[in-house]
T-cell receptor, first 109, second 115 residues
Framework: KNEVEQSPQNLTAQEGEFITINCSYS?????LHWLQQHPGGGIVSLFM???GKKKHGRLIATINIQEKHSSLHITASHPRDSAVYIC???????????FGAGTILRVKS | NAGVTQTPKFQVLKTGQSMTLQCAQD?????MSWYRQDPGMGLRLIHY???????DQGEVPNGYNVSRSTTEDFPLRLLSAAPSQTSVYFC??????????????FGQGTRLTVV
């Protein structure tokens, strides 16, 4: 079993829809990262959080440490949000990130 | 501010050839790392460094070598390329924190094909 599981693997939405991507992990962590990867492009850090909730524009990330679960929400989705969204956890030991396999999001206009 | 710069962006190698993937960052980050990304799998850590002169192995180090002579540069060497090393490689850098990584900055990736 992978230490970091993301769901769904693939997601297609209509423009304007509210989107949720989930991340569950099985190890103790010091922080959880949400990353975005556009097709053919590099990887950009969206959020790093260790508790509670963070918001940046239309993106919201939440984490529940007790349940070992995090969600990434996109409000009023837009075709430019189409990308792979990756969850990664940091156990705090040795500065190593463990990554989920990613969620492929496609937003149709 | 260039961030993390990886070269080359694309490379085709023949089995048995060696090559070096270059990674440079201009943010004075202590922590640098190399990952490979394969279809259907998460990024996997190859090697990492917490400062000049200090390197360590990650999850999949076999067939790769690294050194860190300066804070800015962290090259990844493929000693004798194999088809199993066909992948997309990412270099990343971050501030080093005792309790885990700060925000990570990634390069644009190198798509490597070994034939």
């Amino acid at each position: 079993k992978n230490e970091v599981e993301q769901s769904p693997q693939n997601l297609t939405a209509q423009e304007g829809e509210f989107i949720t991507i989930n991340c569950s992990y099985s190890v103790g962590i010091s922080a959880l990262h949400w990353l975005q990867q556009h097709p053919g492009g590099g990887i950009v850090s969206l959020f790093m959080l260790s508790s509670g909730k963070k918001k940046h524009g239309r993106l919201i990330a939440t984490i529940n440490i007790q349940e070992k679960h995090s969600s990434l929400h996109i409000t009023a989705s837009h075709p430019r949000d189409s990308a792979v969204y990756i969850c990664a956890v940091d156990s705090g030991a040795g500065n190593k990130l463990v990554f989920g396999a990613g969620t492929i999001l496609r937003v149709k206009s | 501010n260039a961030g993390v710069t990886q070269t080359p962006k694309f490379q085709v190698l023949k089995t048995g050839q060696s090559m070096t993937l270059q990674c440079a960052q201009d943010m004075n980050h202590e922590y640098m790392s190399w990952y490979r990304q394969d279809p259907g799998m998460g990024l996997r850590l190859i090697h990492y460094s917490v400062g000049a002169g200090i390197t360590d192995q990650g999850e999949v180090p076999n067939g790769y070598n690294v050194s860190r002579s300066t804070t800015e540069d962290f090259p990844l060497r493929l000693l004798s390329a194999a088809p199993s090393q066909t992948s997309v490689y990412f270099c990343a850098s971050s501030y080093y924190r005792r309790m885990g990584m700060a925000e990570a900055f990634f390069g644009q990736g190198t798509r490597l094909t070994v034939v």
